[in-house]
């Protein structure tokens, strides 16, 4: 074809791109055969093509870090704890005004943060320790197609801890060690997997903004966010989801108003979401137009003057809460 072909000498394990993906390929096949396990693949791509990648990641995956334990047993599949600490990695639990947390279930787990998961466990084998998933490096287009593909033969461990890591040393779960605070941020989860439990059961009786019991009360907020029509397609009726055009790209704040009732007297309140850390961000929002969304702003008592509150966001796919938990206070005024 008249093509023109170079061949030249590279030093091994010096950054060359196509050294890179032989190494990775290497330690893959590697784990492979470690288990004994006979994998054939290939793969044809047009040139042009093959430096795209696709990442599949679920709308309610949003915020950088997902916190969970070594032991498998201590662990629910699709079931995530999210969390951006508001400083550094290691200060999850620390008071932290821009701390979020959220509280994830899907219907249809990740299965490539399950294999990192399940990766984990094996490297543990039983001891007892808090895991922090790295999903900026998960998500990264040249870490997550291997993972997607060749799930935890992907991945490697560290001789000198429990860490999950990439072929490349890239760290993808870390465990927090030492422990610190963050035995103080489990216990926010827990009590966030509580509120949403609740919410649950008070959902399967019937949700009501002023009925309920006086410790959790819901407030239907979906039509703040999105506007809904109702289609006919194939003489069946559709519900046609949209993201209100004024929650533009970029969008972050924006004012709830409720009514919360104190000592018999109701009270108003203007409750203030930052997306993103209150609730999911505005392009995630966007994602969730086909999932046919409903949002619930949930306030609980804190005490017999205050409240605290939270966003939980349903859907076909699954089930979230999120909370900007050291930033969630409304106090009542007396009248």
């Known amino acids: 074809n008249g093509a023109s072909i170079t061949v030249e000498w590279v030093k091994a394990h010096n950054g060359e791109f196509g050294n890179n993906i032989a190494d990775i390929l290497a330690v893959i096949g590697m784990n492979y055969s470690r288990e004994r396990v006979a994998h054939n693949t290939y793969n044809v791509n047009e040139a042009k093509g093959y430096w795209k990648s696709e990442i599949d990641k679920h709308p309610f995956i949003n915020f950088k870090r997902i916190y969970f334990n070594s032991v498998e047993r201590f662990n629910v599949i699709g079931h995530y704890f999210q969390a951006d600490p508001g400083g550094g990695d290691f200060t999850i639990g620390k008071r932290i005004p821009e701390t979020g947390f959220a509280v994830v279930r899907l219907k249809e787990c990740d299965p490539v943060l399950e294999s990192v998961k399940q990766k984990q466990y094996e ?27 060749h799930g935890k033969y992907s991945l490697i461990g560290n001789s000198n801890n429990l860490n999950v890591e990439f072929p490349d040393r890239r760290p993808l779960a870390v465990e927090v060690n030492p422990t610190g605070l963050s035995l103080r941020a489990l216990e926010h989860f827990n009590h966030l997997e509580d509120i949403l439990n609740r919410f649950i059961d008070y959902k399967e009786i019937g949700l009501d903004n002023r009925d309920n019991n006086i410790l959790l009360n819901s407030h239907d907020i979906t039509d703040h966010f999105f506007t809904r029509e109702e289609k006919l397609v194939k003489k069946e009726s559709i519900s046609k989801y949209t993201l209100r055009p004024e929650f533009g790209v970029g969008f972050r704040d924006t004012f709830i108003d409720i009514e919360e009732d104190y000592n018999g007297v109701s009270h108003s309140f203007k409750v203030p979401l930052i997306l993103g850390t209150d609730l999911l961000p505005r392009n995630n929002l966007k994602k969730l137009e086909d999932h046919k969304p409903t949002i619930h702003l949930i306030t609980w008592r804190e005490s017999s003057n205050s409240l605290r509150y939270a966003t939980i966001i349903e859907c076909e796919s699954g089930i979230g809460l999120w909370s900007n938990f050291f930033a969630d206070r409304l106090f009542f005024q007396q009248k």
């Open 123 to 149: 490297i543990a084998n039983d001891f007892n320790s808090i895991i922090m998933m790295k999903l900026d490096n998960i998500y990264n287009k040249d870490v997550y197609k291997y993972i997607q593909e």
